[in-house]
């Protein structure tokens, strides 16, 4: 199946500063990324849909101007948590759909290992 | 929008055991995909499964996508199919994909 990375896979920081995590599709194009957060024991909750190109589209209720979403390639996504705050420590998933519009599986999609943040 | 359910929550099985996963969904969709969740987070991709049944190895999976509902059966369980199992459902293209809250299975030796 297709391959997705997430650099770094932990990071602990001080609060106030801002932290750039990077999602890539290692062995496919994806014009599609999507970020996700996940609290202890609980589900995932999509974050923001990330297009090559253009302004990614954010969730209701997430700040666009404190996760700034960056798609400057088809293989790599940035998400950058910006001014982090101890509340802003989770673990944070990307993913990639793979397949070529039309392909029966076009809507699959792929994940990175996540990365956890923890601010201080 | 779509409401995606999962039961049991939890689920504890004696190494060799079998178990059947469930995902409801309230409205036609697209896409169903199972995942698992390994104890560090990471989020292994188990079936694309829309519609039909599928197996791979001790796993195999069924959607019935006129009666809304995806069935996960995992065979012979062994501890390291312990996890969260999570269905995610897409209702279009353009839609983003729901993820039910989860299975939580622990295997014992």
């Known amino acids: 199946g297709a391959v997705v990375s997430q650099h770094p896979s932990w990071v602990i920081c001080k609060s106030g500063t801002s932290v750039k995590i990077e999602c890539r599709s290692l062995?496919?194009?994806?014009?599609?990324m999507f970020w996700y957060r996940q609290f202890p024991k609980q589900s995932l909750m999509l974050m923001a849909t990330?297009?090559?190109?253009?302004?990614?589209?954010?969730e209701q209720g997430v700040e666009k101007d404190k996760f700034l979403i960056n798609h400057a390639s088809l293989t790599l996504s940035t998400l950058t948590v910006t001014s982090a705050h101890p509340e802003d420590s989770s673990f944070y998933i990307c993913?990639?759909?793979?397949?070529?519009?039309?392909?029966?599986?076009?809507?699959?999609?792929?994940f990175g290992p996540g990365t956890r943040l923890t601010v201080l | 929008g779509i409401q995606v359910e999962q039961s049991p929550p939890d689920l504890i099985l004696q190494e060799g055991a079998n178990s059947t996963l469930r995902c409801n969904f309230s409205?036609?969709?697209?896409?169903l995909q199972w995942f698992h969740q390994n104890p560090w987070g990471q989020l292994i991709n188990l079936f694309y499964?829309?519609?039909g049944t599928k197996q791979n190895g001790r796993l195999s999976a069924t959607t019935v996508a006129t009666e809304r509902y995806s069935l996960l059966y995992i065979s012979s369980s062994q501890t390291t199919d312990s996890g969260v199992y999570f269905c995610?459902?897409?209702?279009?293209?353009?839609?983003?994909?729901?993820f039910g809250p989860g299975t939580s299975l622990s295997v014992i030796p």
């Open positions: 993913s990639a759909r793979g397949g070529l519009a039309g392909h029966p599986a076009y809507n699959e999609q792929f």
């Open positions: 499964i829309p519609s």
């Open positions: 995610a459902v897409l209702k279009t293209s353009y839609d983003k994909v729901i």
């Open positions: 990330s297009n090559e190109g253009s302004k990614a589209t954010y």
């Open positions: 062995d496919f194009q994806a014009t599609t």
């Open positions: 409205d036609s969709v697209n896409n």
